[in-house]
């Protein structure tokens, strides 16, 4: 039994950083078909007071927050009498993430999930990590912080939960090369002109996910996997040479580790985020649950193209930022944020989303940043790349269709 696992007649205490999210609800939905083995500690959101308090009430959590404040007197009306406490703001998303637990699963979106997600490590908890930002914008400090506290990292997205299970097959020093694969998103077909016209209600179509809007959109961009390269870099201990990226459009094929034997791992699973989410809360064990069984006779073909950097220069970016390092891939998540929330409101057009990444970081090599080695570092070149980002949307906002 590895140390610190419950013993199999206790119940698994999870936490979920982002409840009401497209991953929360799958976890909440794992979570509630095994009432026997499960129970929650604290359930988060941003806004949404009353449908975080039905939440808490329906899985009986034992802490409710709301980040922002506008929600925070719906909660607590909506959970008067109920024995659930609640909280909110920093302090209160502060609280969930040290809130007594086996397991958190950071799904809160953007780099607002830095902070708690930090203290939950510190807490020495386990992360199942879906915030794909903390690893963006302070990637060496999370690990650092991980490491030094005893914490358990696992990835929770599908492409980094194959390699991590994939990599199980040989030791660190025999991998050749990771390959994370793209879906290439709604626009995989779509002409340089054709793109230039895309409007959000297009973008937040994905053809086979289900996701909320930032990471929808970042998946058009092909953004998403630039910010997962950068993941995996810190995940894995790997160099940007020994990362790829690969479209495959069925998106059943996760991921790829190559050795140097020649021989190639590959995780492959239904696309459904509940197969790493039950991963993430059953390790060291694996849960039975009634997951969508592969069936690879009736899809009969797996097809895979490398991907466009000119249409999708986003990737490209990202790869420059990753082999950067320093301050950049902060700054990019930073500007990435300020644009793909700006495309959202049709303040600039599809293509502007990159434009704005891209001039982002230009304007701020004369900012002379560093790497952050705290969260306060992070979240203050965080904000010199949001400030940088917003100057900038005027000069792309002609573009928007």
């Known amino acids: 039994m590895v140390s610190g696992q419950k013993t199999t007649d206790a119940k698994i205490a999870v936490s979920i950083l982002g409840a009401t999210g497209s991953i929360g609800k799958s976890a909440l939905d794992l979570i509630s078909r095994a009432p026997e083995r499960y129970e929650i500690a604290a359930l988060t959101a941003g806004r949404d007071g009353r449908k975080l308090a039905a939440l808490a009430r329906a899985h009986g959590a034992k802490l409710a927050v709301v980040s922002e404040p506008e929600g925070y007197r719906e909660l607590c009306e909506a959970l008067a009498g ?10 209160g998303l502060l609280a969930a993430a040290t809130e007594p637990a ?12 830095l902070e ?12 199942a990590l879906a915030n794909k930002e903390c690893l963006v914008s302070a990637g060496r400090l999370f690990m650092r912080t991980a490491k030094s506290s005893g914490a358990i990292v696992l990835p929770l997205d599908s492409e980094h939960n194959a390699v991590f299970q994939a990599l199980m097959a040989g030791p660190h020093d025999a991998v050749e090369r990771v390959t994370l694969t793209a879906s290439g998103g709604p626009f995989r077909t779509y002409s340089t002109e054709r793109l230039a016209r895309a409007v959000p209600e297009e973008a937040l179509r994905h053809p086979i996910w289900s996701m909320g809007a930032k990471i929808s959109i970042d998946s058009a961009t092909l953004m998403n996997k630039g910010l997962e390269l950068i993941e995996a ?14 479209v495959h459009p069925q998106s059943i094929v996760h991921a790829l580790v190559a ?39 009736a899809l009969g073909t797996l ?3 490398p991907p466009d950097l000119v249409r999708f220069p ?12 320093g301050a950049m891939p902060t700054l990019l998540n930073a500007a990435n944020e300020v644009a793909v929330e ?31 080695a705290t969260v306060e570092e992070a979240l203050a070149i965080d904000h010199v790349g949001r400030s940088i980002a917003r100057t900038l949307l005027p000069q792309f906002a002609a573009k928007a269709s």
Request: net charge neutral; glycine share 8%; proline share 6%.
């Open 303 to 305: 097809t895979f193209e």
């Open 82 to 91: 109920s024995g659930i406490r609640t909280a909110g703001g920093r302090e």
């Open 314 to 325: 986003a990737l490209k970016l990202a790869r420059a930022v990753l082999e950067a390092g």
């Open 102 to 113: 086996d397991v958190l699963i950071a799904a809160i979106s953007g780099a607002a999930g």
């Open 259 to 297: 050795f140097r034997d020649g021989a190639v791992v590959a995780g492959l699973a239904v696309p459904d985020m509940r197969v790493p989410i039950a991963y993430c809360l059953g390790w060291p064990d694996r849960h039975a649950w009634e997951a969508p069984r592969l069936d690879l006779a």
């Open 342 to 372: 700006a495309f959202l409101a049709r303040r600039i057009g599809f293509p502007g989303i990159a434009a704005v990444v891209e001039n982002t970081l230009e304007r701020a090599v004369s900012e002379d940043l560093r790497e952050p």
């Open 233 to 246: 870099h810190h995940l894995f201990d790997l160099p940007s040479a020994q990362l790829d990226v690969l």
């Open 116 to 127: 708690p997600t930090l203290a939950a490590l510190s807490a020495k908890r386990r992360i």
